[in-house]
């Protein structure tokens, strides 16, 4: 792999937590007009419908790397696409967005600590202590800096829902790196978001309001297009590119930064107040991300520069 091109990525990927952020807020918005497993499989339908499209002109289907991996594209599809968007939801109405997010924030870790034990990636005490800041610093973002905030969470029924949904997001990351051994980002992403709006679209029938999508403002379908285009496409392109290209520890601490994104759209578009502490938590998370992925890799390639400076001495 190019190291100019292994740079790159680490900034294209800062594009994800701010299209997923904005997924949020925009959701927020969209699921007061239909209801939110609807919203899901027209979100990811439409998505997948242009990433195919993109897919058949470029001609990038691979018949035989799809034999290979076909199990876990599925598996990815079910898990990162359907089964996360279920359990998230059900989950919102059953407890508070802050417990939620406090699951969802442990991501991260979990996915780290399996593409250590289960695909071979690097443990380091850089990404061990870049993983704890940037957590305290999401949950001081979450709970707004008060301990009280903490104390008073009561966990219940959604927030075991939220765990399956975090399962769900963990074991997507981990099969994206297997599944992409074979398969390009681009057809891994175009194939998980059909299968996965397949599967919510047979579940949104029970919803049975496909017809309030007739009557969505124009509000709304700015903010459906931005959830596609943005949030889903150009999103999920990046981060499977992400996990192939520096592997899913390093991928998956970006998430981090979702709730950053998403105070900061908040408090621009919305005029949602902001405190210091919670700006604190976010140069926390900031740091803890920059630790885990630039600052390893620019580490990384200075030691690889004085291998070659130490060869090129040797043959002079």
């Known amino acids: ?14 594009l994800v937590p701010m299209f997923w952020g904005g997924a949020f807020v ?53 898990t990162g696409i359907f089964g996360y968007n279920i359990f998230f939801f059900i989950a919102l109405d059953i407890t508070s967005a802050i417990n939620g997010s406090l699951i969802v924030a442990t991501t991260p870790v979990f996915i780290t600590l399996g593409a ?20 305290v610093g999401v949950i001081v973002v979450i709970s707004k800096g008060s301990l009280h905030t903490l104390l008073q969470l009561e966990f219940n029924t959604g927030d075991l829902l939220f765990i399956g949904g ?10 994206g790196k297997i599944a992409m ?8 992403t175009t ?11 047979i579940i949104s029938l029970f919803e049975n309001r496909w017809d309030a ?23 999920f392109l990046l981060w499977n590119h992400g996990i192939k290209q520096i592997g899913a520890s390093k991928s998956s601490i970006y998430m981090n930064l979702v709730p950053i994104f998403t105070a900061l759209i908040a408090v621009v578009l919305y005029g949602s107040s902001i405190t210091f502490t919670q700006i604190a938590g976010m140069i926390m ?7 885990v992925t630039l600052h390893q890799h620019l580490k990384q390639k200075r030691v690889q520069q004085n291998k070659l400076n130490i060869k090129k001495r040797k043959n002079i």
């Open 213 to 235: 999508v007739l009557r969505m403002s124009v509000q709304a379908w700015a903010e459906m297009l931005f959830m596609i285009i943005c949030s889903s496409v150009i999103a």
């Open 26 to 78: 925009a959701a927020e918005h969209v699921i007061t007009e239909i209801p939110p497993i609807t919203a899901a499989a027209l979100r990811f339908g439409l998505a997948g419908i242009l990433l195919l499209i993109f897919i058949l002109w470029k001609r990038k289907l691979d018949f035989r790397a799809l034999r290979k991996q076909w199990i876990s594209i599925v598996l990815m599809a079910i």
């Open 166 to 175: 975090l399962i769900c997001w963990v074991s997507h990351g981990l099969l």
């Open 285 to 291: 998370v900031i740091v803890g991300v920059y630790c």
């Open 191 to 201: 194939l998980t978001t059909l299968i996965g709006a397949l599967l919510l679209g």
């Open 116 to 135: 250590v034990i289960f695909l071979d990636e690097k443990w380091n005490k850089g990404l061990g202590l870049g993983l704890v800041l940037s957590l």
């Open 181 to 188: 051994r074979d398969v390009s980002p681009a057809l891994t």
């Open 1 to 14: 792999m190019d190291r100019k091109q292994s740079t790159a990525m680490y900034f294209w990927l800062l």
